[in-house]
């Protein structure tokens, strides 16, 4: 049988202030009201609730509202938490659905059919939305139906709703012609008829609607019996996550934006982790006073873990805004996210317990923030002539490296012995005997020798820039060390690159 | 959930009488491996815990510590070296064991960073082994409740943690203290000695581990240990004078020039 057309709603109510609800979560319960513009003639286009019982309303100036209500909360516009929000809505939906379209303004749309499947019933789909809604800070409406019309409706006369099929005619019968938002002359039509509700438009012949309205009036009459007059038109899911604040002065100082750029990781983590997602880089783009139009100071940081711990990745930013810090007061910061897949991990049930990949890639992130990029990593030795050469790769390596050297029955038989490298290689003085070094004096140690083993000749890349050429000696000094110290046959000079510890 | 399901086949190979070869649950002592180290410490390094391995220069502490994460990288587990002084060297620490694939490094440049690392590592979990190369970066504004602070860490943590310097400094929130000291430098020189021609090697330490401090057993036991040094490559040559199968004296063979590319 073939299965019927779901469609799911979700919407949010008066979407400026849920924008700034979820930037300012402590605006919740106090008397908010936002205003298109700035300045006292400002038009009030948003009211909260508890704003709404103190008997302000939309289309009053700014100076309007405050002379009603002394202590209500004025905010404008912003166009960033607008677009943060908007963004992290259609996050939310595609973490949902593959099918989502963006029907502006805090509504976005997704297919929703076999949602039974996986969900069980349409109402824990819903309940699912809604919860994972107040992870990203929005409060949601959902409706379910089987057109975008009757998904929309659902949505809007309640918090979660789902219209069975069939029943669409029913449902949508008493409810008020204006949640179809006719256009004004069409409303004022409708009016004089005495057309009330959406079941009373069904009820009148269609072509005469079309007659007296033309093609408003037909577009209407097929959303009042529920078929949509455009199919649901998904878009692609963002490939990174950004979220931006204007700072309400320009700050000079790491703390307070510090203090900033937490609140946007937090909320931008929060819509990474709805995609099942991590952080495999981040750009901070900073407007800095005086700077010209359009114009922006960037910084890009690669997270050699990919990781979805806040602390972590303000820790690195830290790091890098502390290497190189803006040049002027900072008046608007944007962070974006370019998401990773989390690195999987394949348990062995008769090896030791690993910790989980997650951990460890946070732990691994916070000492690339104390360390520098370079500084951590899994050493692997390279494969070349010069002594000591190793690179750092990211921990843990993606593939397992072969176990070369010996086994584990070999570890207990023979105790090597380490030595202590020293970076970059010191420059010493050597006193030499027909050819053999009788003293050396260096930074920090000096003596006589006692023993000498050597030379050894290494020479290696003659074909590249970095060539190397030297001999190598092991001394026994009277100062008690045994050093490896070695001659550069191009300079003639002697270094130290290692103690045998 | 690997512990139950070894557990749960523990009890199913016991019931059928089949022993199904499982790795031992991880202990609660890290072993080096050398035996008589081992037998020293009662086992090994304590887990959850501030060990210390301590000597001057030369004296083997490095190479000490890094059989004790030889052995617990060998084992499946995870290693970590802060390593304070960018001192590592990877060639080494290769042949002594270590499986570097499981070793995590970090090169903090300086001991409070390095305490900072030590802390964090400690504080993620699921390292066997977390080592401390202090090195002979400077000790100046690091408070002695720091190391307080890490034993706390260390104990929440199923870690070991090692202390590697040149002298004692976790003072009593160490639970083991082994302090290093070289007691021989072998050359293999007698033979190089009489033909000056020859090349004489760096064979290895002598080295005695003493017991400075413990918490389980008596402290001031000590046992000698060989550590071997992995010369340069060797090719045969002539040596006048000194013929193939002399009694006493061995064939030498000389250095070479090892060349790259």
Known sequence: ?501 | MACAARLALTRVGKACGVSLGLSPLSPLRLGCGIKAVDALLRGGLVRGRINEITGAPSSGRTSLAWRFLASATRAGELGAVIDCGNNFDASSAEAIGIELSRLLLASPGNLRCGLHCTEEVLAGGGFALVVLDVGSTSMRGIASSAWLRLAKRAEHSASALLLLSSTPLAGPSAFLSLSLRRIETRWNSPVAKKHPCLATLFCGLVVEVRVRRSRVGPAGESTVVYFTSEGMPLIACEVPGVGGGGKGEAGWEGPKAAQGG
């Open chain 1, 1 to 501: 049988m073939r299965q019927k057309r779901r469609i799911a709603c979700i919407a949010v109510d008066e979407f400026p202030l849920a924008a700034l609800y979820r930037v300012e979560p402590e605006l919740r319960g106090r008397p908010v009201v936002i205003t298109e513009g700035v300045g006292p003639r400002a038009e009030v286009i948003s009211v909260s609730a508890e704003a709404r019982r103190l008997g302000l309303c939309t289309g009053l100036s700014a100076t309007q509202a405050q002379a009603v209500c002394s202590r209500v909360v004025v905010r404008p516009l912003c166009a960033d938490n607008l677009l943060g929000a908007e963004n992290a809505l259609l996050d939310l939906a595609h973490s949902f659905s593959s099918c989502v379209e963006n029907a502006g303004f805090g509504v976005v749309f997704l297919e929703a059919s076999g949602s039974t499947a996986m969900y069980g019933s349409e109402e824990r789909l819903m309940a699912a939305v809604s919860a994972q809604g107040q992870k990203v800070g929005l409060t949601l409406r959902v409706g379910v139906g089987s057109s975008k019309v009757v998904a929309r409706l659902a949505a809007s006369v309640s918090e979660a709703l789902a219209v069975p099929a069939g029943e669409e005619a029913s449902f949508m019968a008493s409810l008020p012609i204006d949640l179809l938002e006719p256009s004004h002359e069409v409303a004022l039509s409708l009016d004089r008829w005495g057309i009330r509700t959406i079941g009373q438009l069904v009820s009148l012949p269609a072509d005469q609607v079309v007659t007296r309205l033309g093609k408003p009036g037909w577009e209407l009459v097929r959303r009042a019996r529920g078929e949509d007059t455009a199919l649901l038109c998904p878009s692609a899911p963002a490939r990174e996550f950004v979220e931006a604040t204007e700072l309400e002065y320009p700050v000079d100082n790491m703390e307070p934006l510090l203090f900033v750029l937490r609140a946007l990781l937090e909320r931008l983590v929060a819509r990474v982790k709805l995609q099942g997602l991590t952080a495999g880089s981040l750009r901070v783009s900073l407007w800095l006073a005086g700077m010209a139009r359009g114009e922006t100071e960037e910084r890009t940081i690669g997270v050699v873990s990919p990781t979805d711990e806040v602390k972590a990745l303000l820790a690195l930013l830290r790091v890098e805004l502390e290497r190189k810090p803006p040049s002027a007061p900072v008046e608007r910061v944007q962070v974006t996210i370019r998401p990773a897949r989390p690195r999987p991990v394949e348990l062995d049930m008769f090896s030791p317990a690993r910790p989980s990949p997650r951990k460890l890639a946070a732990t691994v992130a916070k000492l690339v923030a104390a360390c520098g990029v370079n500084g951590v990593g899994s050493p692997y030795p390279l494969d070349s002539y010069r002594p000591g050469d190793f690179r750092l790769d990211c921990f843990p390596p993606a593939r397992k490296r072969s176990a070369e050297g010996l086994d584990a029955s070999c570890v207990e038989e023979l105790s090597h012995l380490a030595l202590r490298a020293i970076r970059p290689p010191a420059p010493v003085e050597v006193f030499c005997d027909r050819g053999w070094p009788v003293f050396v004096r260096g930074r920090g140690f000096g003596g006589r020798v006692v023993n000498t083993a050597g030379p050894w000749r290494v020479e290696g890349e003659w074909w590249r820039e970095g060539s190397f050429s030297r001999e190598y000696f092991d001394l026994e000094v009277s100062d008690g060390g045994i050093y490896r110290i070695y001659r550069d046959l191009a300079s003639q000079n002697w270094f130290i690159d290692g103690t045998y510890d």
